[in-house]
């Protein structure tokens, strides 16, 4: 395998930070961009590394791999306060442009996975010039679903500065997070996108059950179908969790990218 670090700006001239992994051996790549949750990075190193366990099983079948940290994370420039769906939405834009006009990889077999508000951002911006969509802990209703993680894990002030533990870090975040959430429809939008979509949820997750996926997944148009990970939960921690999530995602691209 070799690696590239990426340096992509966005639509407010942040610097976003990545690396490009691709197979030995291939003049052009099949490649899958990964959109990080809402806390993360793009190691999601407070999941256990779960992006670096996607991105070496997807590498050894001979998959290309883009990690980067979405605006205000990781290593990437802009400040979290400033998170929102859409402003992520535009992160991935900006990284699906670069990475499909590039010449090592096949610009007609780029997918994107994107976990928790990363399958938000994923969904918000849409299928053009995308293979496939994989979206892991996703969830129909995004402002519901952010007070309960800020009442549960952090503060609730919707016309302030809400907080939220990340880590070893507070996170704070403005108003725009929740007057954006509020403007989303997923439903409509996963019913005007037609191209192959996996979703994938934890049936112990907490903060997205199952209930906050099936509306979605009845909504998606065919070929397309919803997977439910025994004992897991939303950052799928146990061994045999991830054994059963990559499994399945090896499948899908197998097929669909």
Same mark, same amino acid.
């Given at each position: ?121 994923? =969904?918000?911006?849409? &299928?053009?010039?995308? +293979?496939? #969509? ?6 129909? %209703?995004? !402002? @519901? ?70 509306? =979605?997944?009845?909504? &998606?148009?065919?070929? +397309?179908? #919803? ?6 939960? %939303?950052? !799928? @921690? ?20």
């Amino acid at each position: 395998m070799q690696s590239q670090e990426l340096t992509i700006l966005n639509t407010y001239d942040e610097a976003l930070a990545g690396e490009l992994w691709l197979p030995l051996g291939q003049q052009k790549s099949k490649t899958l961009i990964l959109a990080h949750a809402f806390s993360g990075d793009r190691h999601e190193s407070g999941e256990n590394f779960l992006f670096d366990f996607f991105r070496d099983r997807l590498l050894e079948e001979g998959i290309g791999v883009c990690q980067f940290d979405f605006s205000g994370c990781g290593k990437s420039e802009g400040n979290f306060r400033n998170t929102s769906i859409t402003k992520r939405a535009q992160d991935l834009a900006a990284v699906i442009e670069t990475i499909r006009s590039r010449p090592d990889v096949r610009s007609d077999h780029v997918g994107v996975l994107g976990r928790s508000i990363g399958a938000l951002a994923t =969904l918000a911006r849409g &299928a053009e010039g995308i +293979k496939t #969509l994989i979206l892991l802990a996703t969830f129909t %209703h995004a !402002f @519901e679903v952010f007070q309960k993680l800020f009442q549960n894990e952090g503060t609730y002030n919707p016309d302030g500065i809400s907080t939220l533990k990340g880590g070893e870090k507070v996170l704070q975040v403005g108003p725009i997070l929740w007057q954006d959430a509020e403007k989303y429809s997923f439903e409509q939008i996963v019913q005007s996108l037609y191209i192959p979509i996996l979703f994938v949820q934890g049936a112990q997750d907490t903060l997205t059950p199952l209930s906050e996926v099936e509306p =979605l997944y009845h909504q &998606a148009n065919e070929p +397309k179908a #919803l997977k439910i990970i025994p004992k897991a939960g %939303h950052g !799928f @921690e146990t061994e045999q969790a991830r054994s059963n999530l990559i499994e399945i995602i090896l499948a899908w691209v197998g097929k669909y990218l």
